[in-house]
């Protein structure tokens, strides 16, 4: 640990007291189930249960306004039909915004903090199987982190076998068994990669690339949280296509896509 780092609040106190703000404005003692809405995802919490509670992320301590467009930053308590609750975090810090692995794992953090035991990754990515057709719904098998970071600090030797758990998948594709799964390769970002660095994450294993979901996995399994990754392929990764990328592209395979998987991750999260 570094002397900034020494001197910043402890990433659990700070977790701990997001938790009690959240506890406080929304009136939900515990919440069950998290579940973070990524690219092409921001329409499933209007489609999973009611609203109890919507709070802007920036009025709850460590959360920050998002950076990207088309990122929702509200924090929501949902009542699911089977009564449990669900803490939807419309906005994720990404590791490209420079705000360090602590800012990154801190949605987790909190969500384990509210008592959450199951936790729903969800990303738009690109896809490196030129079977997949933009707009895949895709469950995340296993990751590779190429950003070289860790939320994690000191001797903290977690287990990730299993971190993207079998029995969720499974669950998953009780839903929809047509559901591929992945590899997912985190890159850093924020640019798209290029078509040689796609080429080396074939090699290495990877189905998709993005730019987030590793290092939140890794908070969460530390945290004692079951994950649940899915990741909506936006587009093929640079180089597996003809077209160049583009972030427009991108929202806009999102958007088209938006309401079938919506309707998906909440016939899923009925089941967690
Ligand atoms: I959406 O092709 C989306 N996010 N790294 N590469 C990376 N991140 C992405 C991509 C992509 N598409």
Request: with cysteine; proline share 5%; charged share 20%.
């Amino acid at each position: 640990m570094n002397q900034d780092q020494k001197l910043d609040l402890d990433p659990f106190v700070l977790a701990a007291e997001a938790a009690a703000v959240i506890r406080e404005r929304s009136g939900i003692e515990r919440h069950d189930i998290a579940l973070v809405l990524g690219s092409g995802w921001g329409g499933a919490a209007e489609l999973i249960g009611e609203v109890v509670s919507e709070i802007p992320a920036g009025e709850i301590p460590g959360f920050h306004a998002p950076a990207v467009a088309g990122h929702g930053a509200t924090i929501r308590s949902i009542k699911l039909p089977n009564e449990k609750v669900a803490l939807v975090l419309g906005s994720r810090t990404h590791f490209y915004e420079g705000k360090g692995v602590r800012a990154v794992a801190h949605g987790m953090r909190t969500a384990a903090a509210c008592g959450v035991k199951t936790v729903v990754l969800t990303n738009g990515c690109g896809g490196l199987n030129p079977l997949w057709a933009p707009g895949q719904p895709v469950l995340i098998s296993d990751h590779i982190n190429l950003t070289a970071a860790s939320p994690l600090e000191g001797a903290t030797f977690v287990d990730l076998t299993d971190l993207y758990s079998a029995r969720l998948r499974d669950l998953a594709r009780s839903v929809d068994p047509t559901l591929p799964e992945g590899v997912y390769a985190q890159f850093r970002g924020p640019h798209y990669e290029t078509p040689a660095e796609v080429k080396m994450a074939k090699i290495l294993g990877a189905d998709l690339v993005g730019m987030s979901t590793t290092l939140e996995a890794i908070a969460a399994r530390e945290a004692g949280m079951e994950i649940l990754g899915i990741s909506l392929m936006t587009n093929l990764a640079a180089g597996i296509s003809a077209t160049a990328l583009s972030h427009e592209e991108v929202l806009e395979a999102g958007q088209n896509a938006a309401p079938r998987i919506s309707k998906l991750l909440a016939e899923i999260v009925i089941k967690l």
